[in-house]
Every structure is written in C-alpha cells, then in structure tokens.
C-alpha cells in the first residue's frame, strides 16, 4: 500500500493510485511464509460478513506487472487472484497475491509491520482498521 515501497525501481515505478476501497469477508493476516522465516502480507477468504480487508488500488503497467510479479516471487510464493473491490465509484475489478504456503504461527519483523501501517495511515484508511494492523503482534528480525 505504502507508495514508495510500490514505485520503487524494483517493483512498479510507474504505478499510478487510483482509490481505496474494501472486501468483505475475507481478512489480512501476515502468515505467508517468507523466505527470512517471518510471516508476510496476506489475504485470506472468509465468508464472514464481519470480516473486511481495507487497501489501496494501482494501475500497474504490463512492464511493471512483469517486475513487480518478479519481486512478490509469483508462482513461488504468491497466486494471482482477481477480486472484485468495493470503492466509493462501485465494485471494481483488481488482483492481489495470495499466498501459496501460510503458517498462522507466523509472526512479521517490527519494519515490515511498520511499512503496512505507514500505506494505510498513508492512504487515509479507516481508522480502527489501522489500530488492527498497528496490533498486530511482530517479532525481532535478527538481521
């Protein structure tokens, strides 16, 4: 979510925000196993009307989609789904990753957490969604 993390050189330089917006039932949780053996960004279906994972929606370019597939590891450790996102303009289609391998044992390193909350403080989400991801529980990175 967080812009500059996006638009990096490595990633999708010329992603371009478009909103934010919404799906229910399914939640965000960071159990996506990751290559340092912390826990990573993911979303997962849940079918309760309780349940809704807030983000932000980029125009990626065909170019970018092809580095930014490379840096979240796709076919490795990511599938590519295609949601339909709930915004102020009506539903819309969008695709996010989701993980192949989870472990809910899994906890992310403190900076990873910080660079979620600081996309969603960035992105103006709804703020008792960011206390959530602020609560999320996170360990030391030994690097």
Known sequence: MLARRLQSADRAPLATRLSTGYISGWRFACNKIGKDDSGKGNIEQTNLV????????????PSDKRLLDAAE?????????????????????????????????????????ALIVAGAIENNLPR????????MSVCEDPD
């Open 73 to 113: 590891s796709l076919g490795v450790g990511y599938d590519e789904g295609e949601l339909h996102v709930t915004t102020d303009d009506g539903d819309v289609p969008a695709f996010t990753y989701i993980a192949k391998r989870k472990d809910d044992a899994l906890q992310s390193f403190g900076w990873y957490r």
């Open 50 to 61: 309780s349940d809704c994972v807030h983000g932000v929606i980029y125009d990626v370019s």
């Open 128 to 135: 008792d969604y960011i206390v959530g991801l602020q609560a």
